[in-house]
């Protein structure tokens, strides 16, 4: 069973950053979603577990950095120059393939809250 662990969430102001972290038991793809209430879950950003894939939504690309140390089996989403329309459910999955979908990873976490403030 592949577990998933969070942290880093938390009340910012606009124009702020965060940090997310995400340690896995394991060496997979990890991809970062969010879900704001009352929305679907969307996919933020994802890196695959060897040199050569990642990706970013259109709305987060600029201002959002992933990254992963392989030693730790851990994934990071840099935040930066954070928006009010940022705040939801940040959630971390594990695929063992390269994919934007929610449908492609089959392991997620816990789910952190980002709360951006105007």
């Known amino acids: 069973q592949v577990q998933l662990v969070e942290s880093g969430g938390g009340l910012v102001q606009s124009g702020g950053s965060l940090r997310l972290s995400c340690a896995a038991s394991?060496?997979?793809?990890m991809g970062w979603f969010r879900q704001a209430p009352g929305k679907e879950r969307e996919f933020v950003a994802g890196?695959?577990?060897?040199?050569?894939?990642?990706s970013y939504a259109d709305s987060v690309r600029g201002r959002f950095t992933v990254s992963r140390d392989n030693a730790k089996n851990t994934a990071y989403l840099q935040m930066n120059s954070l928006k009010p329309e940022d705040t939801a459910v940040y959630y971390c999955a594990a695929s063992l393939w390269s994919g934007n979908s929610p449908h492609d990873y089959r392991y997620w976490g816990q789910g952190t809250q980002v709360t951006v403030s105007s």
């Open positions: 394991g060496r997979y793809t």
């Open positions: 890196i695959s577990s060897g040199i050569g894939w990642t």
